[in-house]
């Protein structure tokens, strides 16, 4: 595979490339990892990269990788620039025949999105947009109970990802980071949710696989002199007439990266946190509550949990294999065409044009919602 | 002290009667304790009430005992029928020269409300409000540090009440508090907003010491055939700005009684359940989280919170601890006014008939919000 | 009753006084609450006695309660002074014809301990030891779930009690708790395994409902200048060949109150902190654990969990009401008794004389075996 | 690297390959994974090993690898093979001019294990044994803590390794990890002791900086049938005069992996669980307790805790990046070394061949005096 952004000092490039290295499938083979030369070449050569294959562009890595021999050639590019940047290096992958990894938000807006979808439905390409959280074991033990009817109809969700980092004007203290992810030019129309919001709406649909389809949103500057949301709170309705309650700030100073999640149904409910990524609690009327646990030996503990699980229980598996899990998915899939066979329902379960579609709308109603009198705006795509 | 209301199996009669004994301050010395004649009698020997003072009827027991010699009558009557026989007796005890102390809701409506502090200002008599949740020493504490500034501007507010008991139709099946908490007749036009909605609201507002200024309410009747709503969501705006979430649910299956609020300010934030009361978590910018404890001897707890532990840290106090110290302060404040000193404010630290009145608002604003299309209702009394 | 010891400022007495007064079933109509007359005349005063019946010392008080008419004359006495001064008013109160519940440990000496158990049974009168853990209604789950084997033989038991407030010298900083609590004048020939080491040995043997049969014991004086143990680890057999690690530290800097067991048969294992009483997490072989919760309405609860409960689940209980059902499973024994019925076996669950002599022989054992150069001492009474 | 042991279905050497592959600064080139030749050819083939280096014995790979040019020669083997065929092939490795990890316990007797230690001095190469635990940032924290004396004079050790999956004769059931790990010709003379008994010594001399001087054991055989100790208990004495016990059993029923330690010192303590392991709790004399997090931006957080952490605080890193930070400070040891530089602390933060030796004498001393009747065996080497 290739790289496209991910140059030295880039927080998001690091990652992608522990969890594509942890399962020994993927290997890098090159990389157009700055749009600063300099920052370009000496990426390349820390990652032990080729010379030849380091590239100052895009565009140039797509036009020779697309003329190596079939041997050589990279199966897939992994694009981790901001988010103004997603769209033109992805559509110039699928263009030259590439399958693509793309890190969340797919693009900068709806439009783009939807082209990009129409682009692989043409190509018959592959493409996996990485909502991290929903390669945790636990989660995915979660969609599995809920779809096979373990707590009944779904009545209530209650989603949340609290940050405290940027509860100080950071953006303006020489934090990178923090100065694109604010800026409306590189990071569009939602801060806050369009950073994180979006991974707490795909995660609620994720493991309900119901649609949310009206929502009530209050979004916020808390800090004096941002530019964009760093704080929100969205009332939501989903397709079966569960309510809900969509959570993320950017300001909840001390917390970290507390994304959670529970859900309740007619005869149970669960409860899952990032913290603590390899439980998860099920809840039942008039029974005990129970504790699952990643890598456990329970008979019912579900395919998609097993599958993407490495170590026995009691080995905490965290991010970055969660992270891995996406890739590891991903990397089956691309196999399993590549040899003709048809891939299993574990292994495509990975977020896909579709998921980025819809995060795109979310971003997109949330803040109409919040500029909005109207309690409830319809979430159309 | 004369109870009305309370009578055999009645939950929270019971529960008042653990947490006035528990201090050896209060006696009870008569009652009124049912509206059945055998069930007043049985459950008045039962407690070992003197015959003479088993009353049939909360009329008869203010007449007699507002004729007692000073030194055997008592000085307040406490008053635990369902929320629809409330405001009568109360209304009776302060016109005999009695004080007051009434289980939530205070009323059956806002207008009963506000005559009732009409009554206690013109009587100069004391009125207490059992917001049980805010007789927690390390709510107290919550309290104090808000106060003091240690978390800057507040600027968000999640405060939650789930509960599951009601995920079936309970009160089709023999349940009767189920059945008078959802019958519109006698618990009001809110179900589980007036019943552990009020609770999360007056949490919120005694913590942070700001009043919700506006709401965008979704109350939702999530039990087919129920009258009233059992699970609903509000967005919340206080005063000094700071944006909120409020939940609450009896529908949330396999949850207890699981009040939680978390607040967060420029410099901070704290984290408070109920299920592990003695512990708040005190969280910062930059520096490690704080579990502060119940009967800690670190130098910095506030005295609020010293004053309503029993014990040395340890050795953990609960919702009968917290309900008691309801009562505690309420009957210093009492004997206080009695000796012609002044109370301080750390006796004074109990819901009145203010909180009431708020109460009672926030159910019709809340059920007002829930039905209007607008996005924000005032809150206003 | 009437209360020997626990005049003002004595921290156990009033800890008595909370935990019998909860339940409106026991009235304090006298004591002999200090050796020094002020103090017993103002703690009398201040706890609203008869001031006929505010007693100089114990002798007074058995003469002139024992010669009351039968319904104003107390049922029995609790003795809150230290240890050395538990044995002669608890012999002089059964020889009296009172009841006893007496503050652990039980007497200053084994042998003691075992003229008490004589008197008890020529007597036919009752005595109750408080040891309050085994009053937890979770503790008496546990109990309930090995004896009804649901976890098969057990193994391995592992029960620890830390502390750390003696964790430097406060005896001499005017702490008159640590004072007498370090003292062996006082406080007998441990500080450590005496004052909480027999606590947590108490716990494991109620539990299981096994004998400690042998222990090797490692004593330890931790902060220099101190007369007797601040710190133990003892190993345990037991008399199913179960082996077991007892824990007990008062300097475990940091730590509160934290007793905590779990145990482990073939097919499972519990575990309980009081840090959290209303939890008994329950193991299983290749099933999820379970979280079981004090006054949850599973089917299979206890009749001794339930009977020991207050409130329903989520309205946490704590350590005043675990020793409150020490007191009121020991009320119900006695009216039961003085209404010639037979106690139920829950009423009659609250340590008795034999505890207070394993806790006595437990003491003494260990104190040898610390000294013994062999591995293994007999745990003999 | 080079990989001797580790085919398929072996359970650690995939955890080997996860933890290396990680940072993407190891590559795996060739392997002698089998001592069944088919099985060495499959799992070097799906390892993507050209097939020339897939060796059937590593005698063969030794003598292959030694002769290749020098730039594509392998610069370590990682030998995990069973406890019994550790020792033959890190002699050659040592022989044949390559560094070494290997996973412990080093190896079968001690007297291998000082043989191994010779012969590292005498080749100036480098042995890493991977005791994991000591991989992971919050332990490093904590020894760092300790180290600067924070908790001034350490007094008291609790370290516990309590393990549920022997709870049964499972090596008779077809278990190949149980059946080796049981037998004591591949596993040595001790089964429970000698797996993670080893790993809790090892944690709680890592963490205190202090040797452990003296120990009592208590060994059982908890299931009939099985030929080694399958739980134990074992008194611990420091070399500065703390005290300790270190728990470990396979019959905990219903555990997972929980190795936890505790340590305590005049003016704190800390808690540290693999369970959730980016977090240390630090308690303090009267001072509330705080909850370190990994990858935390406290300015006191030690570089030893920062150069371990691969992100942010909030994303759970795992049991999988604690081995990768063994793999990672040695592979920065050996560029280090390599380049002619000296290593940093946080580089050569690993363990060696000493911690080897005294994991084998720990196990043949804790066998020693679990048949001795004597109470304390000396720990010597």
């Known amino acids: 595979m290739g790289m496209i952004g991910g140059g030295k000092d880039a927080f998001i490039g690091a990652i992608h490339r522990y969890a594509f290295n942890m399962d ?17 070449k000496d990426s390349g050569k820390s990652l032990f990269l080729p010379e030849d294959r380091i590239y100052l562009n895009y565009e140039e890595m797509m036009e020779k990788e697309s003329k190596m021999p079939e041997d050589k050639r990279i199966d897939f590019v992994t694009i981790v620039t901001p988010n103004f940047a997603h769209f033109a290096p992805a559509m110039a992958a699928l263009d030259h025949g590439f399958n693509v990894v793309i890190e969340k938000p797919i693009t900068f807006t709806l439009d783009e999105a939807k082209k990009l979808k129409k682009k692989v439905e043409e190509t018959g390409l592959t493409l996996c947009l990485t909502h991290t959280y929903s390669g945790y ?29 940027l509860s100080k004007l950071t953006e303006r203290e020489g934090n990178a980071q923090a100065a694109w992810r604010t800026d409306p030019k590189k ?37 004096e002199g941002r530019a964009l949301d760093d704080d929100g709170n969205v ?40 913290h603590e990524p390899n439980t998860l609690l099920v809840k039942w009327l008039d029974q005990p509550t129970q504790i699952l646990r990643a890598g456990a030996n329970y008979p019912n503990l579900s395919s998609f949990a097993r599958s993407n699980c490495r170590t026995p229980g009691g080995h905490p598996e965290g991010y970055l294999e969660a992270f891995a899990n996406i890739y590891h998915n991903f990397a089956l899939t691309l196999m399993s065409k ?22 795109m709308a979310f971003i997109d109603n949330v803040v109409e919602s919040s500029k909005s009198e109207k309690k ?4 159309t795509l």
Chains 1, 2, 3, 4 share one sequence.
């Open 338 to 359: 590549l040899s003709n066979s048809q891939p299993t329902p574990e292994m495509l379960d990975f977020p896909t044009v579709e998921d980025g579609i819809r995060g």
């Open 235 to 274: 009332l939501l309705k989903f397709e079966n007439g569960a309510a809900g309650v969509l959570m993320a700030s950017q300001v909840a100073a001390g917390e970290e990266n507390g994304i959670s999640i529970r859900v309740y149904g007619e005869k149970g409910g669960l409860e899952w946190h990032q």
């Open 137 to 165: 074991p636990m989660v995915k033990q979660a969609k599995a109970m809920v779809r096979d009817g373990a707590f009944g109809k779904i009545r209530k969700v209650w989603v949340e990802y609290p940050q405290g980092w």
């Open 376 to 379: 409830w705006t319809q979430h």
């Open 187 to 223: 990071s569009g129309k939602s801060g806050c949710m369009g950073d994180i919001g979006t991974h707490a709406a795909h995660l609620a649909e994720y493991i309900t696989d119901l649609k949310i389809t009206q929502l009530c949103a209050d979004l916020n500057v808390m800090v």
């Open 24 to 40: 020994g499938l993927i290997e890098m083979l090159c990389g157009a990892l700055s749009i600063n030369p300099e920052i370009a």
